[in-house]
């Protein structure tokens, strides 16, 4: 069964500054990846997602991601966080051809003035 | 264009008594996958239906289940509740036109469902 780790629980930024959310995933023949963000008091919203193709993802609000196949990563990057970015980003992973997707723990981004 | 819409919002129930929970789609989509949200578990997926059958189940028991209407709508039921399934659960919908179900999920803002 697919597992997805997300190393960081909590990650603190200023504002302006570049972060990164690192997310592993277990090895796996096919594997499809996402990120997700879930502000206070509501549903999940997609960020990005890798079928395939370009290991260089992008996604809305500025962030991308990248596959690295020989690390099983899948790290989240933004070069410049608002304080809008604040809130909670789950890593999820999906393999052998459907959409089952295992999260990870998530990580809350904290952004300050 | 309306969003996915859960209802109700909030539910309280006791040990034991069973639950059902509405999810209404997008207009249009065909899809609607039902997770599970708690501190202790994390993020869970439930089951997608599409076009009225299960086509992807996660490894929940028998006591969770769902089904989807004629017009994309769901319902998601718990029997015997115990206090493990208090949670969050969201719903999402999509297009549902990929067989792999990797379309891109909206998520409605979730049922508190608070078991005593």
């Known amino acids: 069964a697919q597992s997805v780790t997300q190393l960081d629980s909590q990650v603190p930024v200023f504002e302006e500054a570049p972060v990164e959310l690192r997310c592993n995933y277990s090895s796996s023949v096919s594997v499809y990846l996402f990120w997700y963000v879930q502000y206070p008091n509501q549903g999940l919203q997609l960020l990005l997602k890798?079928?395939?193709?370009?290991?260089l993802v992008k996604g809305i609000n500025g962030f991308e991601a990248e596959f690295n196949k020989s690390q099983t990563s899948f790290h989240l990057r933004k070069p410049s966080v608002h304080i809008s970015d604040t809130a909670e980003y789950f890593c999820?992973?999906?393999?052998?051809?459907?959409?089952?997707?295992?999260f990870g723990r998530g990580t809350s981004l904290i952004v300050h003035p | 264009k309306a969003g996915v819409t859960q209802t109700p919002r909030y539910l309280i129930k006791t040990r034991g008594q069973q639950v059902t929970l509405s999810c209404s789609p997008i207009?249009?989509?065909?899809?609607v996958s039902w997770y599970q949200q708690t501190p202790g578990q994390g993020l869970q997926f439930l089951f997608e239906?599409?076009?009225?059958?299960?086509?992807n189940k996660g490894n929940f028991p028998g006591r969770f289940s769902g089904r989807q209407f004629s017009n994309s709508r769901s319902e998601m039921n718990v029997s015997t509740l115990e206090l493990g399934d208090s949670a969050l659960y969201l719903c999402a919908s999509s297009l549902g036109g990929r067989s792999d179900g990797l379309d891109t999920q909206y998520f409605g803002p979730g049922t508190r469902l608070t078991v005593l």
């Open positions: 999820a992973a999906s393999s052998g051809g459907s959409y089952i997707p295992t």
């Open positions: 890798y079928l395939s193709g370009s290991t």
């Open positions: 207009s249009g989509h065909r899809s």
């Open positions: 239906y599409f076009s009225e059958t299960q086509r």
